[in-house]
């Protein structure tokens, strides 16, 4: 499975950014996908994932303000990041777990850079 981000750019603080990643290759069935990030000197942190069936959850740090999505039919995650804040400001990187049969697999993609200046 290959996943790649897009929608990382420059936002000024209280603006907002969509994130997408999609899914690619031998895909069997993906359950969970995420949104991770890493700031520098920080360590990889959960932003938001969301199981198959649509359950999210979400970092204390952006309730209210993030809103993860997915669309099954096209293996893709989205993140939609309003009231952005400095501390928003990470390389983000997608997740993905996969099934294929009984054996579980989990993939990342390359990361999406998310600058948050004013």
């Known amino acids: 499975v290959q996943l790649v981000e897009s929608g990382g750019c420059l936002v000024q603080p209280g603006g907002s950014l969509r994130l997408s990643c999609a899914a690619s290759g031998t895909i069997f069935t993906i359950l969970t996908m995420g949104w991770y990030r890493q700031a520098p000197g920080k360590e990889r942190e959960l932003v938001a994932d969301?199981?198959?069936?649509?359950?999210?959850k979400y970092a204390d740090s952006v309730k209210g303000r993030d809103t993860i999505s997915r669309d099954n039919a096209k293996n893709t995650v989205y993140l939609q990041m309003n009231s952005l804040k400095l501390d928003d400001a990470a390389v983000y990187y997608c997740?993905?777990?996969?099934?294929?049969?009984?054996?579980?697999?989990?993939?990342w993609g390359q990361g999406s850079k998310v600058t948050v200046s004013s």
């Open positions: 997740n993905a777990q996969q099934l294929s049969g009984t054996s579980y697999s989990h993939h």
């Open positions: 969301i199981t198959r069936g649509g359950r999210t």
